[in-house]
């Protein structure tokens, strides 16, 4: 297998390093290659649409799940990002991966991008006082009324320790309201 793709703790979820190569004029690196991540899990992925996000220090996005794959890249600022595999046939149902990545104007080095399948919640928080550039590609087009889950930022059963405390977080009113996820799946806790 492609060594530049490595397995984390959740089935599924995969960090992409593609080569890095650094000069006097700056740096060039593919973030990732079809061929490789299809190798890698056994099937097709086909982005359709491309986004970006910026976010400001203190800003908390998620824990949004939509029905695609995503394949997301952070370039710039420091990020703490918090991944939930809350698929119900999931072995690593409930489990949460979690690392930080400095990409602010000081560090000069390879940029990571995960991949996380179709219903697996993705949320990060910006940490650093640069703002983070966040890229993702997804494999449907966004569609605001389609189906989706979002897990409440601060779900007790997830335990995520987030890397600034509560007070200084920006955290859209949406996702205030975003359901447990026990309240979702009661039947996977019972």
């Not at 799940?65 to 939930?84: C, H, S, Y």
């Not at 809350?86 to 560090?107: A, M, N, Q, V």
Request: negative net charge; hydrophobic residues 35%.
């Amino acid at each position: 297998m492609n060594d530049n793709i490595q397995e984390t703790s959740i089935k599924d979820l995969f960090i992409i390093e593609r080569p890095f190569f650094p000069d006097d004029r700056g740096s060039f690196q593919e973030i990732w290659r079809s061929k490789d991540l299809e190798a890698r899990i056994n099937r097709p992925v086909t982005p359709l649409q491309g986004n970006l996000s910026v976010s400001y220090k203190g800003v908390l996005r998620g824990l949004h799940a939509e029905p695609m794959d995503k394949i997301i890249t952070p370039l710039t600022g420091k990020v703490f990002l918090a991944i939930a595999d809350i698929r119900t046939d999931s072995p690593t149902f409930g489990k949460t991966e979690t690392l930080t990545l400095d990409y602010t104007s000081t560090t000069s080095q390879p940029r990571k991008s995960l991949f996380l399948p179709s219903g697996m919640a993705n949320s990060f928080c910006v940490i650093s006082d640069e703002p983070v550039l966040y890229v993702y590609a997804v494999t449907s087009n966004y569609d605001a009324a389609g189906e989706k889950r979002s897990v409440i930022w601060n779900d007790p059963d997830l335990a995520i320790q987030w890397p600034l405390p509560e007070e200084q977080l920006i955290i859209s009113e949406k996702d205030k309201l975003n359901p447990t996820l026990r309240s979702l799946f009661p039947e996977k806790f019972a």
